[in-house]
């Protein structure tokens, strides 16, 4: 009996914490919030310390941010990957 696992986008993510702190407040149990949610406790623990206090519009500049900063280590790999082939070059000649 597994559930088929699903990715939640930064802004569904954001909207089921929000639910849940507004369910919580309300007096439900914590298991009742996981339930309505769909989610496990490790998950929505582990949404709370990565996304707890965000905005959409911040975890849309973070996942942006992570991005570029991927993409300029990939360039700076790159490079260190040249600067080395150009040196066992230079010490044939």
Do not use: C, F, P
Not at 64 to 87: F, H, P, V, Y
């Amino acid at each position: 009996m597994s559930k088929k696992r699903r990715r939640h986008s930064a802004e569904q993510i954001i909207k089921k914490l929000r639910d849940a702190d507004a369910m919580l407040a309300a007096g439900k149990s914590v298991g009742e919030v996981l339930q309505a949610l769909e989610v496990s406790e490790a998950t929505l623990s582990r949404w709370r310390t990565q996304y707890g206090g965000m905005k959409s519009e911040e975890v849309k500049r973070l996942k942006s941010l992570e991005e570029e900063n991927n993409r300029l280590k990939r360039i700076i790999a790159d490079q260190a990957l040249d600067i080395s082939m150009l040196k066992e070059i230079a010490k044939g000649n």
